[in-house]
């Protein structure tokens, strides 16, 4: 059987690959667990399904670990997630002690010893304070965008944070004051999962008769979880604007993650907000839809990711790998991702969307060469094998540090 690396290797080239497998044994052997709070659902999970198992055909003994949590403690982790991307948050104390303990009760289930653990995001983050003597290094990765957090939350967070031996960023204006070196690393899609992996004309087909949308006008797309800071009523907004004068569809496809209670009051606004059009569609998708994710992008002829806050936006990448002109909020790592007229379209307000929309509905064939551009922008930058060189450089760098890679909060890009 053909391992993935081996798949791997006619889409980003043997030496790609050989650069891996070089790195990784350097490090050899070496213990790696990733923590994060839900295998489904969300950038960081997709992220996690991905590399994992590469980790380990690089000989690298890699395991993925979720803390348990309640709905108390989710609604905590939700709202420090929003006030983290800077909006309101009334978080009592009550609710960080609830926090803390579910920190602690999961590190006494966790079972482990690493040279290194990372930590994604901040509902894990406390668990150092139990857990510190289990691993040699422990790296704090951030998903999210933290350039202008609420303070109070941040002060609170900070308090672990500080502890970590490095930190991890998407992008260079989401690094924080730390006492340690911060990394920065785009995060990655992985092209052979069931998101990703080419489909046939015939399997997208089928899985739009299955899912009950006709393909008798233009679609037009945006696949995210039901979130304010993702702008679902924005697009709608955008779609009627367009809709008023020309023939298309707008499909609205999310699901649920076990780590986001907001979920269905946002699908409720949605749901009120394109009553009576018969050319919205909202899709309610069961967690694990990985390929019908995937039908879906390869079907639609324009993809929407309005957010107005964003870690990095990998609906952007799987979009752009599938050759389609995207257009996006112009928030966090969206503008990483897009180029204006080159690899896709930023926009600010609904009525900016609307008329990008209008003009990609208009010139198709500006679309198409955007989509080419965008697909070769992925290969380059935006695939799991970058990902992992990039974890390999920094691990590499935490065996043998020049001088300047041990001075606190340097911020190295790799
Ligand atoms: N996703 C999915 N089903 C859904 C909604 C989202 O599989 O109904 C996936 C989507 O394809 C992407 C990830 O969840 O891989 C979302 O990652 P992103 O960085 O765009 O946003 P996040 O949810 O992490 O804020």
Redesign the pocket.
């Known amino acids: 059987m053909t391992s993935r690396l081996e798949a791997l290797d006619p889409i980003v080239g043997a030496p790609v690959i050989d650069q891996l497998r070089r790195m990784a044994d350097r490090l050899k052997p070496m213990r790696l667990v990733h923590i994060n709070s839900t295998r ?8 996690l399904i991905g590399i994992i198992p590469l980790w380990n055909e690089l000989g690298i003994d890699a395991r993925w670990e979720v803390i348990q949590g309640d709905q108390a403690f989710f609604e905590v982790t939700k709202a420090m997630h929003n006030a983290l991307q800077g909006f309101k948050a009334n978080i009592g104390k009550p609710m960080l002690d609830h926090y803390i303990d579910i920190n602690r009760s999961n590190a006494e289930k966790l079972d482990f010893e690493a040279d290194f653990v990372v930590v994604n995001d901040p509902q894990p983050a406390y668990l150092i304070k139990f857990l510190r003597s289990r691993a040699k290094k422990w790296i704090w990765r951030c ?2 965008d933290a350039s202008r957090p609420d303070r109070k939350v941040w002060r609170f967070l900070w308090e672990a944070v500080r502890h970590y031996d490095a930190s991890i960023f998407s992008m260079p204006g989401f690094a924080r004051n730390l006492p340690h070196p911060q990394y920065l690393l785009y ?1 990655s ?1 992985d092209p052979l999962s069931d ?1 990703n992996r080419d489909l046939s004309a015939q399997e997208v087909s089928a899985v739009l008769d299955r899912l009950g949308i006709e393909r008798d006008k233009p679609i037009i797309l945006q ?3 039901f ?1 304010s ?2 702008d679902p009523l924005g697009v709608i907004e955008a779609f009627r604007m367009v809709h008023a004068h020309t023939p298309c569809r707008l499909v609205l ?5 076990t780590d ?1 209670p907001e979920g269905p009051r946002i699908f409720a606004e949605v749901q009120e907000a394109a009553h009576g059009e018969p050319d919205i569609t909202l ?3 069961p ?4 390929y ?2 995937n039908a879906l ?1 390869r079907a639609a002829d324009i993809i929407v ?1 309005k ?1 107005v806050r ?9 979009a752009m790998w599938k050759g389609k002109p995207v257009i996006g909020g112009a928030a966090g ?1 969206i503008v990483l991702q897009l180029r204006n007229f080159r690899t896709g379209f930023l926009v600010n307000s609904p009525e900016g969307c609307a008329l990008r929309i209008r003009y990609l509905l208009r010139h198709p064939d500006v679309g198409r060469r955007m989509g080419k551009f965008a697909k070769e922008f992925v290969r380059n930058h935006f695939l799991v094998t970058r990902n992992l060189r990039d974890y390999l450089s920094m691990m590499l760098l935490f065996r043998s540090p020049g001088e300047d890679d041990r001075r606190p909060g340097r911020t190295v890009v790799l």
Not at 40 to 47: D, H, K, N, R, T
Not at 253 to 257: L, N, T
Not at 287 to 290: F, G, V
């Open positions: 489904i659902g969300g950038g960081v999970a997709e992220l998903h999210i995060p899609i998101k696949v995210s979880r979130d800071f993702k496809a999310g699901g649920e993650a986001d899709l309610l998708l967690p694990e839809s990985h019908e994710v992008q990711q957010s964003e870690g990095f936006g990998l609906t952007v990448t799987e790592g």
